[in-house]
């Protein structure tokens, strides 16, 4: 058998897609909480105030007009404010969990649920114990959490009066909540990921439009005081605790050239280092790749690094390397290439993939190709943390009288990307764990939609906020019981 005992099956969720209860319990806001709903084929809307009074909203890729601040407006729909009610349900999503035999659950804190400004001297009591209650009931079970300290969920203060991420000093603030929690859950989590998709700050910039000089040199400074941070958190945890491991978490988009024109193999390869080494080599190795000089003077960025910066990277490197794998696309400099369809365009079109109703082509062997050379880069553990399907669902009544999805579709993409992965292991990856994306159906990050559903575990919630938050298993419910149940070996 080739998945190792002990192997680390599960299921993921984010707080800002999950847990709804924006404003409960002295819970500040984040920019996930003025994002309004969206569509495949419309964006998700930030709503905004100018200091006149002017209202207005702008596509989520696009910056709100200078003056003007983040507001809950009325007449707008906000689909992170209720979620699935994670905040009032978790004892009930946390007993379908573990009936589904998680090893696993890979979850998020929201840092403005901690420290509701991001400013405060001292931190939200109501929100440590929220939490400390969430990794109770998951001990109850014999399931690790696995805690991302930060998944797209800044304080919203720190964002619009600080400058956000590209301001140094936020690091600082950082490095307040992450020792908070740290300390505050010790015995309880042993294992954390810093920072969710750290990489899109530089991979999807200019997905929707042309960036510019200013714009990329805002990204890299970003990019750069969250490494600093990361590592901050790594050498803090390793500290407080010497049996917490920390891991990195990047968007896992593998990119292959589209024809054999030596150029489009050297755009391919330039991809992979823009995309994802840069952001891995620094959190895996603890210093920037040879290449990033070469990015840097493609748009004139001039980083503002310290010489304790530095050293700090080189003191914080990851214990382990995590990462989300959904998809697959080519590169080409050829500008009569096809490109990919849906709310993502992320490059030319594979000619010998299909793709999802969101147009996200489908590629289990590329999952596997992305282990193979991502280990054999950094030799650090891995984990797939996000992997799924975002499909149409439709709720049925079932054999048995109660309602049910019967979504042999979303069992027919997972069982191939388990299949690779335990090949990956057979050629000697060191993989340790699995958790699928939007174990329980929650609001799409992409989207903001619910109809774009992921789950096992079907949420009676509409687009339109309707429901009742009636939770019931779909036949993939059964299956990946099957599957935890046997370690990988029964995925028919």
């Known amino acids: 058998m080739a998945f190792p005992e002990g192997f680390l099956w599960g299921g993921a969720t984010a707080a800002n897609q999950c847990e709804g209860a924006w404003d409960v319990d002295g819970r500040g806001p984040a920019e996930t909480d003025m994002l309004t709903g969206g569509t495949v084929n419309t964006p998700r809307m930030l709503t905004y105030r100018m200091p006149d009074g002017t209202e207005g909203a702008v596509p989520q890729w696009e910056g709100v007009p200078q003056g003007g601040r983040l507001a809950v407006l009325d007449g707008y729909l906000y689909p992170n404010h209720d979620a699935i009610d994670f905040y009032h349900h978790y004892k009930e999503d946390i007993a379908l969990f573990a009936e589904m035999g998680f090893k696993q659950y890979r979850m998020s804190i929201s840092w403005s649920r901690i420290y509701p400004t991001g400013i405060e001297d001292e931190?939200?009591?109501?929100?440590?114990?929220?939490?400390?209650?969430?990794?109770?009931?998951?001990?109850?079970?014999?399931?690790?959490?696995?805690?991302?300290?930060?998944?797209?969920?800044?304080?919203?203060?720190?964002?619009?009066?600080?400058?956000?991420?590209?301001?140094?000093?936020?690091?600082?603030?950082?490095?307040?909540?992450?020792?908070?929690?740290?300390?505050?859950?010790?015995?309880?989590v042993k294992n954390w990921l810093t920072f969710n998709e750290i990489n899109n700050t530089i991979s999807f910039l200019g997905m929707m439009a042309p960036a510019t000089d200013e714009q990329f040199q805002g990204a890299y400074q970003h990019l750069h005081n969250k490494f600093v941070a990361s590592a901050h958190a790594v050498k803090m945890a390793h500290e407080i605790d010497p049996s917490y491991k920390v891991g990195c978490m990047i968007c896992g988009i593998?990119?292959?050239?589209?024809?054999?024109?030596?150029?489009?193999?050297?755009?391919?390869?330039?991809?992979?280092?823009?995309?994802?080494?840069?952001?891995?080599?620094?959190?895996?190795?603890?210093?920037?790749?040879?290449?990033?000089?070469?990015?840097?003077?493609?748009?004139?960025?001039?980083?503002?690094?310290?010489?304790?910066?530095?050293?700090?990277?080189a003191e914080g490197p990851v214990d382990f390397y995590t990462f989300s794998y959904y998809q697959s696309a080519c590169v080409t400099t050829h500008t009569d290439a096809e490109t990919t369809k849906g709310n993502m365009t992320i490059g030319a079109k594979n000619p010998y993939l299909t793709a999802s109703d969101w147009g996200w082509q489908i590629d289990p062997k590329g999952?596997?190709?992305?282990?193979?050379?991502?280990?054999?880069?950094?030799?650090?553990?891995?984990?797939?943390?996000?992997?799924?399907?975002?499909?149409?669902?439709?709720?049925?009544?079932?054999?048995?009288?109660?309602?049910?999805?019967?979504?042999?579709?979303?069992?027919?993409?997972?069982?191939?990307?388990?299949?690779?992965?335990?090949?990956?292991?057979?050629?000697?990856?060191?993989?340790?764990?699995?958790?699928?994306?939007?174990c329980i159906d929650l609001v799409s990050a992409g989207t903001g939609e619910m109809r774009k559903r992921y789950g096992f575990i079907y949420v009676d919630k509409n687009d339109d906020g309707t429901g009742t938050m009636a939770r019931y298993k779909k036949d993939s419910f059964a299956w990946y019981k099957k599957v935890i149940a046997s370690n990988g070996a029964d995925i028919a």
């Open 123 to 188: 931190p939200n009591q109501a929100g440590l114990d929220f939490y400390r209650n969430v990794f109770l009931e998951l001990q109850k079970y014999g399931i690790e959490p696995l805690v991302t300290m930060w998944h797209f969920d800044t304080p919203n203060y720190i964002e619009e009066e600080l400058g956000g991420w590209e301001n140094h000093d936020t690091i600082a603030l950082f490095d307040k909540y992450a020792r908070t929690i740290l300390t505050e859950y010790k015995g309880l």
């Open 367 to 438: 999952l596997r190709y992305f282990l193979e050379l991502i280990y054999d880069r950094y030799e650090k553990p891995l984990m797939v943390v996000e992997n799924g399907l975002g499909a149409y669902d439709d709720l049925v009544e079932g054999e048995n009288g109660e309602m049910t999805v019967h979504d042999q579709y979303r069992i027919d993409y997972l069982r191939e990307h388990v299949k690779e992965m335990e090949i990956a292991i057979e050629h000697g990856v060191d993989l340790i764990g699995y958790t699928t994306w939007g």
């Open 254 to 313: 593998v990119d292959y050239p589209l024809t054999p024109d030596p150029d489009d193999v050297i755009a391919n390869r330039y991809m992979w280092e823009k995309s994802l080494f840069y952001c891995g080599d620094v959190q895996c190795k603890g210093k920037y790749g040879t290449y990033a000089k070469r990015l840097w003077d493609e748009h004139n960025v001039k980083l503002e690094i310290t010489d304790q910066d530095l050293k700090d990277l």
